[in-house]
C-alpha cells in the first residue's frame, strides 16, 4: 500500500497525516496508527446486528453450493444487469457448470470491479475461505465453489462457525418471506415482525381470497386456517392484533416495513370511517387513490399497534434492491406526517435512505423518536457512507446510530460488516487525526453504532433476561 506523508496544522497541533491509496479505496487525511487502532477495537466488538434476511435455505435448493450461488443472494447480481448481463440463470448456477457460468457473466463481473457491493463481496472472502487475490477470476472461482461445497455439506456447523469468527452475537432476522413465521432458525437470530403483508392485502381480498392464491404471508389464507371468519374492517384489524399479540409473545424485538417496494411510503392519516366504508366495497371497485388509502390507514394503524405494544419501528427507506425500480418510492422526508403523529413510537431509518441521506441526518437531528441505521449502505456506495456518516455525527447524537448487514447468507453478512467497520474507522479516524475527537470518544462511538446503541434500543438487557456487557 502506498503511503504519503504530509503535516497539517490544526488549532496549534502538528499532525502527521497519511494518505492511503490501494484497493481501490480512497482515505484521506488519516493518520495510520490511529486507524490501525481503532479498526483493531472495532474488530473486537461483538456485533449486535439490527438488520438481516439470513435465510439458509435461500443457498440449499439442491446441487452443491458453489459462487454463483452466494452471488445471486447479493446485490452484486442487481450491478451485473446493470452493466448489461443477462439475469441470473437459476438452473445453470443449480447444475454447477462454473465453465459456461463464466462464459456468460465473467465479463459482466469484471465490469463491476470498481464497485462497493463487489468489493465487500471480495473482502468476505478474503476473510472467511483466505482468497488472496484482488478479484474475482474463472480459477479462483474454482477453488471457492470447492470450499464453498465443502462447508455447506454441514451447514449450520458452518454457520455458527463463520458468526463465531465475525464475531456477530446476535441478528435481527426479518423473514419477510413467511410473515406469519414466529420462530427463529438459529440461537443469534431475534424476531422481527413484518407488517407489511396487513398492507398489501387489504385492498386486494378477492385475489387473495382464490384457491390459487399465492398462501405465503396472506392474512386471508392464514385466517382460514385459523377458522377466523373476517367479514368487516373490525374483523381484519382483530386477525391482525392477534398476529401482534403472538409475534410480542414470542419476543419479537421491534416491526418491520419494506414497503416501498410496494408503493410510495406518503402515508395519510384516514378515518376509520372511511376505511370501513372501502373495506366493505368490492375490491375490484376501488381507484388507486382509495386503495392508497385504505393501505394509509393500515399502515397508521399498525404504527398504533407499535405503540401499544412498545416496538420501535424499522422502515425501509431510500434504495430499491433490484434493477429499474420507482426508487421515488422510498424518499425520507415523506414519513414527517407519521413521524409527527407518533412521537411515542420510535423509528429506525434504513440504508440512510440513499440517495436522500442528507434527509436523514435532517430528521434524526430534530425528531427525537428518529434513529439511523447504516444497514446496507457502505455495501451500496462505500464512499457515501463515509460522507453521509461525517455529515451525521456533525449534526446527530452518536446514540442514534445503528448497523446492519441486510443479507441472506453469512458470506454476505461477514463482508458487509466488513466494509461498515472500514467506514465506521475511517470516519472516526479521521476526526480524531483533526483534532475534532478525541480517541476515548471515537471508541465510544464505535461501540455504540456497533452493540450499545442497539442494546438500549431494543431493550435487549429486558428482553433477554441477560447482561449485554
Known sequence: MKAIRLVCHFSGLILPLIFLAGCGQQQTSVDAAIYNSLKSYIDSIKVIDTHQHQKLSSILRGGEVNFYTILSTTGLGTDLVSAGSPGLDADMIERGDLDSLWKTYGVFLDRCRNTSVYGHLVQSFRILYDMDEPYFTRDNI??????????????????????????????????????????????????????????????????????????????????????????????????????????????ALCAKTANAYHRSIDYRNVSKEEAYRLFARPPETLTPGQRKRLEDYMFFWCVGKCAEYDLPLQIHTGYLAGNSRSLENGRPMKLLDVFQAFPQVKFSLFHGGFPWYQEIGALAKSYPNVYVDLCWLPVISRETAVSALHQWLDCVPYTKFFWGGDCYTVEDAVGSLEYGRDVVAQVLAERVSAGRMSMELAREVARGIFRNNAIRFFKLKEKFGKDFN
Do not use: C
Open 142 to 251: 474454482e477453488k471457492l465453489s470447492a470450499q464453498l461445497a465443502h462447508n455447506y455439506n454441514n451447514p449450520e456447523s458452518w454457520y455458527r462457525e463463520a458468526l463465531e469468527k465475525a464475531p456477530i452475537e446476535l441478528m435481527l432476522n426479518d423473514q419477510w418471506w413467511d410473515q406469519f413465521k414466529v420462530r427463529t432458525d438459529f440461537e443469534s437470530h431475534a424476531l422481527v415482525m413484518r407488517i407489511d403483508m396487513y398492507m398489501v392485502s387489504i385492498a386486494h381480498r378477492a385475489e387473495l381470497e382464490r384457491a390459487d392464491a399465492d398462501t405465503m404471508s396472506n392474512p386471508f389464507y392464514q385466517a382460514r386456517r385459523e377458522d377466523f371468519e373476517i367479514r368487516d374492517l373490525d374483523d381484519y384489524l382483530a386477525f391482525a392484533d392477534r398476529w401482534f399479540a403472538k409475534f410480542v409473545e414470542r419476543g
